[in-house]
């Protein structure tokens, strides 16, 4: 499926759609893990969705350089210098792209909304244990850790975002450009480095989707022709 992609995208294509419709069938998967049980069967663990996205990202990747000679060399959560992002992409040795996978935003939410962060502000005041602004420096400082390891620049570093639904509430009126606006500010690093699959501020690629639903952005594509320059 990510040759596919990969093949699709070479000849002109839009992907973003058919990435997210794979994000979909990935938590239909693990609904269908969740459903099996028995009193002689019994588990904690369950598909991650993160890391098949990160597989499946990085492959598109693979292909992707497979078919027009670029040489990339892929590292999948490979460790260097105490630490190991999601995906690394090297070329004759020397790192050009960082890409941070994820599938949804959890507990960093105040990281990319501002919103989110004066709700956890206020909490926290009240007498929450949870930090926002502790969250937000560690956050800041992973990403700094990386260009500080592998030598390269805050434009070389990106975050992949299929989808906002679990940071973004239906009361909240944050456009997707403030949206990245406040991501700029959290990470210091450029607005264009938040790539976002989808338009809908309110899809929740967990549950059942609809084509018309998706309102795919060309994030993804942008990000492939950036690299492909490298």
């Known amino acids: 499926?990510?040759?596919?992609?990969?093949?699709?995208?070479?000849?002109?294509?839009?992907?973003?759609?058919?990435?997210?419709?794979?994000?979909?069938?990935?938590?239909?998967?693990?609904?269908?893990?969740?459903?099996?049980?028995?009193?002689?069967?019994?588990?904690?663990?369950?598909?991650?969705?993160?890391?098949?996205?990160?597989?499946?990202?990085?492959?598109?990747?693979?292909h992707l350089s497979e078919?027009?000679?670029?040489?990339?060399?892929?590292?999948?959560?490979?460790?260097?210098?105490?630490?190991a992002p999601d995906l690394r992409i090297?070329?004759?040795?020397?790192?050009?792209?960082?890409?941070?996978?994820?599938?949804?935003?959890?507990?960093?939410?105040?990281?990319f909304s501002e919103q989110c962060y004066k709700v956890d502000k206020e909490r926290f005041e009240k007498g929450s244990s949870f930090d926002s602004d502790a969250l937000i420096r560690k956050s800041k400082q992973q990403l700094t850790k990386y260009s500080e390891t592998f030598a390269i620049t805050n434009?070389?570093?990106?975050?992949?975002?299929?989808?906002?639904?679990?940071?973004?509430?239906?009361?909240?009126?944050?456009?997707?450009e403030e949206y990245r606006s406040y991501f700029s500010q959290t990470s210091g690093f450029p607005e264009e480095n938040l790539f976002l699959l989808s338009e809908n501020k309110s899809l929740d690629l967990s549950l059942v989707i609809e084509g018309k639903e998706l309102f795919p952005t060309r994030d993804f594509e942008k990000l492939l022709d950036k690299l492909l320059k490298k």
């Not at 090297?90 to 990281?111: D, L, M, R, S």
């Not at 434009?155 to 997707?176: C, E, G, Q, S, V």
């Open 155 to 176: 434009d070389d570093i990106f975050l992949f975002l299929p989808a906002l639904a679990l940071m973004h509430r239906k009361k909240y009126n944050t456009t997707l």
């Open 1 to 62: 499926m990510a040759k596919r992609i990969a093949n699709n995208f070479i000849a002109g294509d839009s992907i973003t759609e058919n990435i997210l419709k794979f994000v979909n069938e990935l938590y239909d998967s693990a609904k269908v893990g969740q459903s099996f049980k028995s009193s002689y069967f019994e588990t904690a663990y369950y598909a991650h969705i993160s890391s098949e996205l990160e597989s499946y990202i990085a492959r598109i990747f693979y």
């Open 90 to 111: 090297e070329k004759e040795g020397k790192t050009i792209a960082i890409i941070e996978v994820k599938a949804k935003v959890g507990w960093i939410q105040p990281f």
């Open 67 to 83: 078919l027009k000679g670029k040489k990339w060399k892929i590292l999948l959560r490979r460790q260097q210098g105490k630490t």
